[in-house]
């Protein structure tokens, strides 16, 4: 059983930046797509990012883009969010999913196996 835990979290002014990072107890995350998401209250999920086991990365939310970016370290099983720039708009909890078997762009639309449970980031002056 993959477990997701993520990390990174907190309050930010805006301008601010923060990493989130993924990263998975016993098992490796090598042979996995991950993706980030987010969900604000009363909002559905929205799909960030996604990198591919062979460390592509696709940024899907248009929102962010410029802003955010992805990256892996398979040497400590890690998958980082890095967040620069943040607007209030940014507040939500955001959390990571990993799917073996299937493409970034399904795992972004909600095909995953597995998620973790979540860092809350706020964005606030």
């Known amino acids: 059983q993959v477990q997701l835990v993520e990390s990174g979290g907190g309050s930010v002014q805006p301008g601010g930046s923060l990493t989130l990072s993924c990263t998975s107890s016993?098992?490796?995350?090598?042979?996995?797509?991950v993706a980030w998401f987010r969900q604000a209250p009363g909002k559905e999920p929205e799909g960030i990012s996604c990198i591919t086991r062979g460390n592509e990365l696709t940024m899907y939310l248009d929102s962010v883009k410029g802003r955010f970016s992805g990256s892996r370290n398979k040497t400590v099983n890690t998958v980082t969010l890095h967040m620069s720039n943040l607007k209030p708009e940014d507040t939500a909890l955001y959390y990571c999913a990993a799917e073996r078997f299937q493409l970034c762009r399904n795992i972004v639309g909600g095909q995953y196996t597995y998620r973790g449970q979540g860092t809350q980031v706020t964005v606030s002056s």
């Open positions: 016993g098992y490796t995350l090598d042979y996995y797509n």
